[in-house]
């Protein structure tokens, strides 16, 4: 419940229980209704009580609980109305009394209303409430001039509710507005409409909702058409504001048209006011047009464009004709971390398209910049089914379709500040005089994070474009960069002949995270580590479905995974005849796991019978096959009978034969502590490293008797820089079960440095402690953990994990002797170089300046300036912002009984370990973005 209405509705509640309090004894209620006082002590009784429920009503609303303070008021009405009914009256009757003998003089004189009007009536549910309702004419509250208005206030057990209703109102649209939105509605230009405000638990609102709704109205302007009004209301920060904003047509010089939308008023509403008996609304305020679209025709010139406001700045769409040529350019303009970003998206028609040879010729040509801005591949993958190329590569009416196109725009260019994004496209077409294929094609490059997406856009019709047999639309998007090589095609909207085609091709290559996915179609149903970059992938399929006669779907899919290969498809045919059918389908999905080696295999058939959508009749046959060691067979048959008899089902299996997988031979255990000590103990394993931001002062070469580095010889590690320790053999700080078919020495083992790094222990001596941060690399996890079925579906093919150590040699300064033995001392040689020494010496120059006109000039230049030079702006919190970045690959655990969250985001093998731990129920693991 937004302020307004809470103030509102304390303040009736208020005056409520100031007029029950007048009515505490058996003769102030005989004397209000003129009524002979009869059986004194059981009207008595009643208003006791209820001066025990007006007591606590009062003291909730003193604590701000409406909620609580409506009911318990309620009560003391009903016993007030018990105790009139003695008296022989309803208690509407004792309503209207009290409210006349001292009526809300504020609120009344305010709007103008009349004596009021109390009636007994019920709600929706059948409930009783007091509904009391006052009506007035010609209320007068700028910018709104209302015929007639009607107050209704109804009390029940629900609660309070107010509604406030103007018939005939007149809106000064030209009230608090300037500039071209003035000389185009006139200083007088009004509109008429109902309308109608209620206060009650949910708030503020008109009609049932906050808005915003469209209101029947008309302007009274001449060279404008109001074309709709829509009303909102907005109560942010606790004050309520009515937002009214027109849409609004024009025709200047008779060759440009404009559509302005979202022109109009702000009031804000102050309950204050209202109960004092002033005008409810303060000052209005101009709404800027949120859109506004231009029509031009001059002859050779013509065409349209579109403006309209986003989030953090505009975007617009312009389509011209200038004699025989099409332009058309669309982008967004936004601001991001104060610095300017934009992308624009331009393209021109040729009148003739230009001959290239061999049939082929160039349509269009056209290309993208931006700056500020990034390019998303996984934004252009999701939505090339649903026509994100089509809007981005040559649209056909920009202007028309420009809020949709800016929405996608937006989502596929997202403001990144330093980002710069180009990139030409172009449209080729093969045949004549007609076109039977089109391709676009556009190459887009993002800088300083390189990617280079290759998108494309091919459509093949026969035997022409306006009336194709064949009818073939396909969408590629290649990403390449930024760790992957991602191609994405999706064949949508296409039909040969009578049958519908669609379906989508994934390709992904990892480096970050290696591992390669190829699939068409999509994966198994039972395959759960899909990569984010091929979700959503539909099977290959054709389908003829008219509304009746033959019906016929077909659908595959094959996919290949680092450890899989799946494939599966789906025949579905029916034949319908008026209001029954005939339906059948045949389902296959095979699933093979390469290490261990398995498989899994399920074929399911089924025909029914149905009528009016509703089977009567069926049979479904399942089986399922998993082998090779050993062989598990199981099906499953179910007959659907017609209502109310019961579906039968016989189930078989799962019978298991032949034999078991052979034991393998027991293996040695490995001992990854000695493995990870043998790895590094090579050469290199250990490597020079930059520290992050570091100056360097100079470049070292090879010292005469030092060693370079490099396989027997030790690596030498300039003053500034780090040493990167790291193998792959194990990751530390992981529980590690087996490795492969081999247990572990110790079992479950755990590899850590314990007591942190030090450097020069030898001979004895301690050495010296340095800090040290970890160093990651990738691991097949898969090969170190015991994982059941689903586990192994579900594992990621490699997880980063701890692998070594970055440490830093400056931090033993205070132990420097400790390194001692490995230092080499050397005799630094330089010499000067100065490119460009002029031949004549430069005289000194002699400056006297004094201490204010030092200060004057240092305040005059760039750092006097920067708003961080005042000590008052200086906030070195925000000197540096941070952002935590998480792998895809990490999850989160629920508990899927109780629903509690038992560990945040956390690698997928640490994750495993806690959704093991949780008891008595299953556990939930989510993907990061999920």
């Known amino acids: ?24 004894t058996a003769q102030k209620l005989a004397e209000l209704v003129e009524k002979p006082l009869a059986d004194a002590v059981q009207v008595q009784g009643h208003l006791t009580t209820a001066g025990t429920q007006l007591a606590t009503a009062v003291t909730a609303l003193d604590a701000g609980d409406l909620a609580n303070g409506t009911r318990h008021l309620w009560d003391a009405l009903g016993e007030v109305d018990a105790a009139a009914t003695i008296l022989g009256v309803k208690l509407d009757v004792v309503a209207q009394k009290a409210i006349e003998e001292a009526p809300p003089r504020a609120l009344l004189q305010g709007l103008g209303l009349r004596s009021p009007v109390a009636a007994m009536k019920a709600d929706d549910n059948g409930s009783p409430l007091l509904e009391v309702t006052w009506k007035g004419t010609s209320a007068s509250a700028p910018p709104f001039q209302v015929d007639a208005v009607e107050l209704t206030v109804r009390f029940g057990a629900p609660g309070l509710s ?80 009515i937002d009214l904003r027109s849409r609004l047509l024009t025709e200047l010089l008779g060759v440009l048209k404009a559509r302005v939308d979202g022109a109009g008023l702000r009031l804000p509403i102050d309950p204050a006011r209202i109960l004092a008996g002033q005008q409810p609304f303060g000052d209005p305020s101009f709404l800027v047009p949120e859109a506004i679209g231009i029509s031009l025709d001059a002859g050779p010139v013509s065409g349209g464009g579109y403006l309209r406001v986003v989030q953090g700045g505009f975007g617009g769409a312009l389509a011209l004709t200038i004699g025989p040529v099409k332009v058309d350019a669309f982008g967004l303009f936004r601001e991001v971390d104060g610095a300017m970003s934009f992308v624009v998206v331009m393209s021109m028609r040729f009148p003739v398209p230009i001959e290239l040879g061999l049939l082929f010729t160039l349509n269009a040509v056209g290309g993208i910049v931006g700056l500020g801005v990034d390019v998303m591949p996984d934004a252009i993958a999701a939505g090339i089914k649903d026509g994100v190329l089509e809007q981005l590569m040559f649209p056909p009416d920009v202007v028309a379709a420009a809020p949709t196109i800016l929405q996608t725009l937006g989502r596929v260019f997202p403001a990144k500040a330093g980002s710069f994004v180009v990139g030409p496209m172009v449209q080729l077409a093969w045949g004549r005089p007609i ?122 899919y094959v996919a290949v995974t680092p450890n899989t290969v799946q494939f599966g498809g789906s025949i579905e045919i029916g034949y319908s005849v008026a209001v029954a059918a005939v339906r059948g389908s045949l389902t296959l999905d095979a699933l093979i796991q390469l290490d261990p080696f398995g498989f899994e295999v399920a074929i399911s058939a089924g025909v029914h019978v149905e009528a009016f959508g509703i089977a009567l009749l069926g049979v479904q046959l399942s089986g399922r096959l998993t082998g090779p060691s050993p062989w598990t067979i199981e099906g499953r048959g179910r007959f659907s009978l017609p209502w109310p008899l019961p579906d039968p089902s016989i189930d078989v299996g799962p019978i298991t034969f032949g034999p078991s997988r052979p034991a393998s031979p027991a293996l040695e255990a490995v001992a990854p502590l000695a493995k990870v000590a043998e790895a590094l103990n090579l050469p290199e394993a250990w490597q020079r490293a930059e520290r992050a931001g570091q100056y360097v002062p100079v470049r070292m070469t ?229």
């Open 435 to 556: 076109s039977l294929f089109t391709l676009d094609v556009g190459v887009v490059l993002a800088v300083p994070d390189p990617v280079i997406v290759i998108v494309g856009l091919a459509r093949a019709a026969l035997p022409t474009e306006e009336a194709p047999i064949i009818d073939l639309r396909a969408g590629v998007m290649a990403q390449f960069g930024r760790g992957k090589v991602l191609l994405r095609a999706e064949l949508y909207n296409s039909r040969i002949a009578l049958f519908s085609v669609y379906g989508s091709l994934g390709l992904l290559i990892r480096f970050d995270d290696p591992g390669v996915y190829l699939s068409a179609g999509g994966f198994h149903p039972k395959f759960t580590a899909i990569p984010g970059e091929l979700t959503g992938m539909r099977r290959i399929g054709a389908e003829m479905s008219p509304p009746v006669g033959l019906q016929l779907r077909l659908e595959g």
């Open 702 to 930: 090879p010292v005469p008797g030092v060693p370079a580095g490099g396989g027997d010889s030790p690596t030498v590690v300039a003053p500034w820089e780090l040493v990167r320790c790291s193998q792959r053999r194990f990751p530390w700080q992981m529980t590690i079960e087996r490795v492969g078919a081999a247990p572990v020495a110790p079992a479950e083992c755990r590899l850590a440095v314990p007591g942190g790094v030090r450097v020069g222990a030898v001979g004895g001596a301690p050495g010296a402690a340095v800090d040290s941060s970890s160093v990651t690399e990738s691991f097949a996890i898969g090969q170190l953990l015991q994982l059941s079925a689903d586990e192994q579906l579900g594992a990621p093919d490699f997880e980063d994990r701890q692998g070594g150590l970055t440490i830093d040699l400056s931090t033993a300064e205070t132990d420097a002797a400790a390194l001692l033995p490995f230092a080499h001392s050397v005799e630094l040689e330089y010499e000067d170089s100065w490119p460009g020494r002029p031949e004549e010496p430069i005289e000194p120059m002699r400056l006297l300046i004094s201490d204010a006109m030092l200060r004057l000039l240092l305040d005059a230049g760039p750092a006097g300036s920067s708003a961080l030079r005042s000590a008052e702006d200086w906030r070195p919190q925000l000197a540096e912002r941070r952002i935590e970045v998480r792998p895809v690959s990490e999850v989160r655990v629920t508990d899927v009984a109780s629903g509690a969250l038992r560990a945040d985001f956390a690698p997928w093998s640490d994750a495993l370990f806690s959704a093991r731990g949780v008891q008595g129920g299953l556990a939930a693991m989510t993907r990061v973005g999920a």
């Open 162 to 241: 107010m509604t406030v209703a103007g018939s005939g109102a007149s809106i000064d649209l030209g009230r608090g507005t300037d500039g071209l939105i003035r000389k185009l509605i006139g200083a007088a230009g009004s509109a008429s409409t109902d309308l109608a405000f209620t206060v009650d638990a949910r708030g503020v609102t008109t009609r049932g909702a906050v808005g915003p709704i469209a209101l029947p109205a008309r302007l009274d302007a001449q060279v404008v058409e109001l074309q709709g009004l829509d009303l909102a209301l907005n109560a942010e920060g606790g004050d309520l504001r």
């Open 1 to 24: 419940m937004d302020d307004t209405a809470r103030k509102l509705l304390a303040a009736a509640l208020r005056y409520a229980a100031a007029r029950l309090a007048t009515l505490d």
